[in-house]
């Protein structure tokens, strides 16, 4: 029945078939040999069959021949066959039979990571190679490491392992790209998969198998995580591996952008050490200041610059929105221009087309204040949207759905390589949900 039915699943004559597989979904009586051998059949004298192998991490070292594979009974039984090779990467070791093994799984071991370019994953893309899912779902795909590692996503972790070599030593391997940890938004995938049509469904015995191409489906996984490199990770910020690996996305984005971030707190926290972990994971930096100790000198409108208050201090001025627009160049005995559009806004001024756009001090500007909120812009094309204040109760306007222009202003800023700093103004109430919030809305502001 099983050699009936495989026919009709999608398998390819001659297919590169890399197998992820649970026996006991297809059904209780049926043998890990029957099943391989059905596979066989399916892909021909011609095709090629393939295994993942991985192994224990509690191994002393991994030896090709001898360590078991952990992956279940079929993929343990197709290692033990006569005729399989296996690849002698300690991490993510695959079993192959068929004309195609040899040059699949050479030289694994010698690839930058587990998944990546020069592995047998990557070869089975390049093969036309075909994965199959029987009884297991979409998180089980290694292919998705090998999308993660072409994208060279920052989460991938460096680790050694040890492997006995051919000429008998048992040899350490540092590895780079491997993958590790959970990836709770993997499952969400699927939708996208099925509207890409990457993804052919069928039975087999007594459970489900999807089946797709290689190349289609790494091709569909990093156009997602390119779009979004956090992605595979769980959505929330409550599952402690996602978190700790989208602070890692998080700072790589920071450092991409140039800029560096400060929070601007109402009140110091009640307990530093567990705020600081918390900001950490938003890549935010983690000095605590208070306000009254931001070197900067806040100006009232008309009124005349002074002097800073000493020359030890790097002095930045603040001078009120409308003045803004006239500095070219920070005065005498200051470092740069602090500008906080939300200000602006509340007092008519358009802030990126009449402060950033029109007014000569966008190459002054070191410090800009993120915050957003409606105002009643009197040089708007249509008239002033009051009622929305009466809608929205607690007043909260996500940062870049206000009218302060923000979006403009953050990408502006960043095409002209901005070094300053984004001081995010945080309000008042529980203050780690409302920094929580204003960090995903910041991270949502950049492209
Ligand atoms: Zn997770």
Redesign the pocket.
């Known amino acids: 029945m099983l050699e009936e039915q495989i026919k009709t699943i999608g398998i390819r004559n001659g297919s590169v078939l890399f197998v992820h597989s649970s026996i006991k979904a297809v059904g209780a009586d049926v043998r890990a040999e029957e099943l391989i051998a059905a596979l066989r059949l399916a892909v021909g004298e011609d095709g090629t069959l393939v295994f993942p192998t991985f192994t224990s991490r509690e191994e002393d070292y991994f030896d090709p021949d001898t360590t078991p594979s952990i992956l279940g009974v079929v993929s343990e039984v197709f290692r033990s066959m006569p005729g399989t090779l296996r690849s002698r990467h300690p991490y993510h070791p695959v079993a192959a039979q068929g004309p195609a093994a040899k040059e699949l799984l050479q030289d694994h071991e010698k690839a930058l990571g587990p998944c990546g370019t020069g592995t047998p994953f990557e070869k089975l893309v390049q093969m036309n190679g075909q994965v199959i899912l029987i009884g297991v779902d979409l998180d089980t795909l290694t292919l998705l490491h090998t999308a993660e590692a072409f994208l060279d996503l920052p989460y991938l972790r460096e680790i050694e392992r040890k492997y006995r070599n051919t000429d008998g030593q048992v040899r350490p391997l540092a590895m780079k790209q491997t993958p590790g940890g959970?990836?709770?938004g993997v499952r969400l995938f699927e939708k996208i998969l099925r509207q890409h049509r990457v993804l052919q469904d069928g039975r087999l015995g007594d459970t489900r198998t999807m089946i797709m191409d290689a190349s289609s489906v790494v091709n569909a996984m990093m156009d997602i995580m390119r779009d979004d490199p956090m992605a595979a990770?769980?959505p929330g910020d409550y599952?402690a591996?996602?978190a700790n690996f989208k602070a890692m996305v998080r700072s790589k984005q920071l450092t991409e952008l140039g800029a560096d971030l400060t929070i601007v707190l109402p009140e110091m926290p009640a307990d530093n050490a567990a705020f600081k972990e918390f900001l950490e994971c938003f890549g935010a930096p983690t000095q605590f200041r208070l306000m009254s100790a931001l070197p900067i000198v806040r100006l009232a409108p008309g009124e005349n610059v002074t002097m800073p208050p000493d020359e030890i201090q790097k002095w930045v001025l603040q001078p009120a929105p409308q003045d803004i627009t006239n500095y070219k160049k920070p005065p005498a005995g200051y470092c740069g221009l602090a500008y906080a559009p939300l200000e602006a806004a509340s007092i008519g001024m358009m802030p990126f087309d009449d402060v950033l756009y029109k007014g000569q001090s966008r190459d002054a500007i070191t410090d800009i204040f993120i915050e957003d909120g409606l105002s009643l812009l009197p040089g708007a094309l249509y008239s002033p949207l009051t009622f929305i204040n009466h809608l929205d109760p607690t007043q909260h306007v996500p940062l870049g759905m206000g009218n302060t222009q923000l979006r403009d202003i953050v990408s502006a800023m960043r095409m002209r390589n901005f070094s300053g700093r984004y001081h995010i103004v945080i309000n008042e109430g529980n203050l780690y949900s409302n920094t929580h919030r204003r960090l995903l809305e910041f991270w949502h502001l950049l492209p």
């Open positions: 959970h990836r709770g990770l769980c599952c591996d996602c």
